[in-house]
């Protein structure tokens, strides 16, 4: 079994504020990518005990936000930005078997939500795909989906946990932390996350090999809807050349393939 775990940062239990911890140069960031790792390092450890052989973990936080210098021995770790070319990292992804995400938070505009946002927390009020509302767990779900990997493992926040279980009914999940607010949670403490992502994402692994989720697949063709908070974050988006303009605040995408479309 070769797992692909993609990470961010504000599901991460001890991290419950923007503005003090998420961005390089906030005093609390060193601290937090430190908390994360310890969060991934914890989820190699349970994937270990289930034998599997290949662990590589893509650091999806915007700037990046991996302790490299603390990363279990065991992993490997896609980072850089931009993150490659799409068509030579999809490659890689397809030599995984499953994918899990760890550190995540829930969609914008979920009420009381630590940390909740979609994207760019500045600028994005919502996406909608084919009328649905989402967020960075459907994104990267569908997107793996697409190269054949059925996303089997999520930790995060319980709000993060809830979204996850369900858009994929079977997802096994570790709550880390207690949604109280968009700014404020109740973090359980780094051992007891640590148990908890260590024995869920071996948990996963064996009830993938009892009875497999399958990859996130929804119907195309697939029309976008972005909705930004002002009125200038639409026109630059209204500019793509396929782009159509909805409203002041929001631009209506099209496309095929859901990879070209879902994190544009
Ligand atoms: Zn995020």
Same mark, same amino acid.
């Given at each position: 079994?070769?797992?692909?775990?993609?990470?961010?940062? /504000?599901?991460?239990?001890?991290?419950?504020?923007?503005?003090?911890?998420?961005?390089?140069?906030?005093?609390?960031?060193?601290?937090?990518? #430190?908390?994360?790792?310890?969060?991934?390092?914890?989820?190699?450890?349970?994937?270990?005990? /289930?034998? =599997?052989?290949?662990?590589? =973990?893509? %650091?999806?936080?915007?700037?990046?936000?991996?302790?490299?210098?603390?990363?279990?021995?065991?992993?490997?770790?896609?980072?850089? &930005?931009?993150?490659?070319?799409?068509?030579?990292? %999809?490659?890689?992804?397809?030599?995984?078997?499953?994918?899990?995400?760890?550190?995540?938070?829930?969609?914008?505009?979920?009420?009381?939500?630590?940390?909740?946002?979609?994207?760019?927390?500045?600028?994005?009020?919502?996406?909608?795909?084919?009328?649905?509302?989402?967020?960075?767990?459907?994104?990267?779900?569908?997107?793996?989906?697409?190269?054949?990997?059925?996303?089997?493992?999520?930790?995060? %926040?319980?709000?993060?946990?809830?979204?996850?279980?369900?858009?994929?009914?079977?997802?096994?999940?570790?709550? =880390?932390?207690?949604?109280?607010?968009?700014?404020?949670?109740?973090?359980?403490?780094?051992?007891?996350?640590? /148990?908890?992502? &260590?024995?869920?994402?071996?948990?996963?692994?064996?009830?993938?090999?009892?009875?497999?989720?399958?990859?996130? =697949?929804?119907?195309?063709?697939?029309?976008?809807?972005?909705?930004?908070?002002?009125?200038?974050?639409?026109?630059?988006?209204?500019?793509?050349?396929?782009?159509?303009?909805?409203?002041?605040?929001?631009?209506?995408?099209?496309? %095929?393939?859901? #990879?070209?479309?879902?994190?544009?």
């Amino acid at each position: 079994m070769k797992v692909y775990i993609g990470t961010d940062l /504000e599901g991460v239990a001890g991290v419950v504020t923007f503005y003090a911890q998420t961005s390089p140069g906030n005093p609390g960031y060193e601290a937090a990518k #430190r908390l994360l790792t310890g969060e991934i390092n914890a989820a190699v450890e349970g994937l270990l005990t /289930e034998g =599997v052989e290949d662990i590589l =973990v893509c %650091d999806g936080h915007g700037p990046g936000a991996v302790h490299y210098e603390s990363l279990h021995p065991a992993a490997k770790l896609l980072h850089g &930005r931009p993150l490659a070319p799409r068509a030579v990292r %999809d490659a890689v992804v397809r030599e995984y078997d499953v994918c899990m995400m760890l550190g995540q938070h829930a969609l914008a505009g979920k009420p009381l939500a630590n940390m909740n946002h979609t994207q760019n927390s500045q600028a994005i009020d919502a996406y909608r795909l084919n009328g649905k509302l989402i967020g960075e767990i459907a994104q990267f779900a569908l997107y793996q989906g697409a190269l054949g990997l059925p996303l089997v493992f999520l930790s995060g %926040d319980e709000e993060a946990c809830r979204e996850a279980e369900d858009l994929i009914p079977g997802i096994q999940t570790a709550a =880390v932390k207690r949604s109280l607010g968009r700014n404020s949670a109740i973090s359980l403490s780094i051992s007891r996350s640590h /148990e908890l992502i &260590r024995t869920g994402a071996a948990e996963a692994i064996r009830r993938q090999r009892q009875a497999p989720l399958s990859p996130l =697949v929804w119907p195309g063709p697939y029309v976008l809807e972005k909705r930004y908070f002002h009125t200038d974050s639409a026109d630059a988006a209204a500019d793509a050349p396929d782009a159509e303009r909805v409203d002041g605040q929001t631009v209506r995408l099209h496309g %095929d393939d859901i #990879r070209d479309l879902i994190y544009r």
